[in-house]
């Protein structure tokens, strides 16, 4: 099975930057059969680079989830599905990429997308170094990620 791990995110965007954090650090671990990949921002690019993959596992930030700073979820593609909208083809949202992917390619297009989030503090501070709560709940991140990726 080919698997993806996707981290979105901005290294200067305080917490935000957690998906980018969650690469690095599973790039020290030589997984094999799973290949990381940054994005900067969700979006219709997106699509290509999901191409081919039997699973993508996505880690974001997440804002406003009702959850406190720090708490990590597992979410599967359903918790985004009243998210799809037909905006600006250059701000899609990650749900819209999705849909819009599996009708445009469903013979190349994952079947399978879990989502690891985690819930920000602060998302707009111009800064390499995340917030204390956000460092603190990294280590759960990735043991999510790897959880997903031996399931």
């Known amino acids: 099975m080919r698997t993806l791990v996707l981290g979105i995110g901005s290294p200067i965007k305080c917490d935000d930057a957690i998906g980018l954090?969650?690469?690095?650090e599973l790039a020290t671990m030589g997984l094999e059969g799973v290949d990381l990949e940054e994005a900067c921002a969700s979006g219709l690019d997106l699509i290509e680079v999901m191409m081919d993959y039997d699973r993508v596992i996505i880690v974001d930030a997440i804002i406003d989830s009702g959850h406190p700073p720090g708490t990590v979820m597992e979410l599967g593609a359903e918790a985004f599905a009243d998210t799809v909208h037909g905006s600006n083809p250059h701000e899609a949202n990650i749900a819209t990429?999705?849909?819009l992917g599996k009708r445009l390619a469903p013979d190349r297009f994952p079947k399978e997308f879990r989502f690891v989030a985690i819930e920000a503090s602060d998302v707009e501070t111009v800064?390499?170094?995340m917030t204390p709560v956000m460092e603190a709940a990294l280590p759960e991140a990735v043991k999510t990620v790897?959880?997903?990726i031996q399931a």
Do not use: A, G, H, Y
């Not at 954090?21 to 690095?24: D, F």
């Open 127 to 129: 800064t390499d170094k």
């Open 146 to 148: 790897l959880r997903l």
């Open 21 to 24: 954090r969650v690469l690095s």
């Open 97 to 99: 990429t999705i849909e």
